[in-house]
């Protein structure tokens, strides 16, 4: 059967609320197999966000190391994200993601065999980081794209809420299976783990049937594709309105998370310890709040919502920054994660309403800055971080961040009329 034909075959016959409509997109047999995929993917990624920056801590005892590895992952990450939207809109989107799962298996090899042979220096995370930021923007983009097509935009805004309280309950499961496992198995059990979840995401990709290729793109050169796309932005105000609106906070306050080591160890000389604890938390919150609007009806006021969680956002992470105690900062973090999921959340989804298939995958590679930024925001803030230590660093960003968002608000008619064009645009399937 065509997922399409699944889509339409699953979809419940009697309105749903809550707990329902979070998981009714699971009855699409297509999009399990995609959330099984992008669950064991994801929670190999998980894995290695612990590993990888604590090595890095531990090699340079630097905040700014920490700030290079991340941002070897971003840059690659910026630079070819429009060529993956152009390939997710020209070729068959599941083989697209099989391709670049297997060249996450290859790269993630790199790092094991320098660890089998003892030859891991510090330049080897910063090129083994460089080689995943590659890989993402081949991933990211038809992975976004694929669930319109296999869930209809009725059900989309469930389905992607769903997808990212997935990826983010593996933030919270991937470190702490890797903080809890590297004294049993060591960093080299930990690296052959997230291979094998590597490998069953394969698996799950490979049982989902092939979707036609989109229309029209592949019949252009990859070139005019790619122009294609800044060209809609240009002509499309709200959705270049929402693109940045979404990623300034993202760049300005969400690089936090890659500071983490240096506030376990040097604010609350938690060490490795504290900095499970922290990752948890906020893993923790970043799920609940993507569950909260795949439960919430897609109909309530979206803007309204978006503007307290950024604002909330940048106040509470500015209040866990300067806590001097670490269990109420652990309260704070996971609070502020709530708050900048939901509103991450409601963002992307709200592009993915108003724009056709014909573009979803460029459009989907400019929101993946919303991963590839914080990681290139961690220069400036670590830079910062470096000079007047990490709370002072963080809470300024974070303030910053809020005040930024509020200007968007004043500044942007297209952003005050979001709800009236996403509430026509979701009539539209």
Known sequence: MNPADDAKSATPARPTKGFGRATEALEIPAFRRIFVSNMAFFLAMGGQSIVRPWLAFEMTDSPFALATVSAATAVPMLLLSPFGGVLADRM???????????????AELVPLVLLHFGLLEFWHLVVTAALMGCVFPMIMPARSAIVVNLVGKKGLGSAMALNMTGVNVTRVVGPALAGGLIPVLGVEGVYLGNLVLYLLALVAIFRVEKLPAPVGAHHESIGRNMLAGFQYLGTNRLVLILLIYGLVPQFLAMPFQTLLPAFARDVWHMDEFGFGILSAASGIGAATGSAFVAARQPDA?????????????GVLLAAFAASPWFWPAVVLVFLANVFASTFSTLNNVAIQLVIPDSVRGRISSFLMMSVSLPLLGTLPVGAVAEQIGAPLAVTGASLLASLAAVGFYFGSRNLRELDARVHRSSRED
């Open 301 to 313: 006021g979206r803007l309204s919502a978006m503007m307290f969680c950024v604002i909330a956002f």
């Open 92 to 106: 068959e989107r599941r083989l697209v993601i099989l391709l670049a799962q297997a060249l996450a298996v290859v």
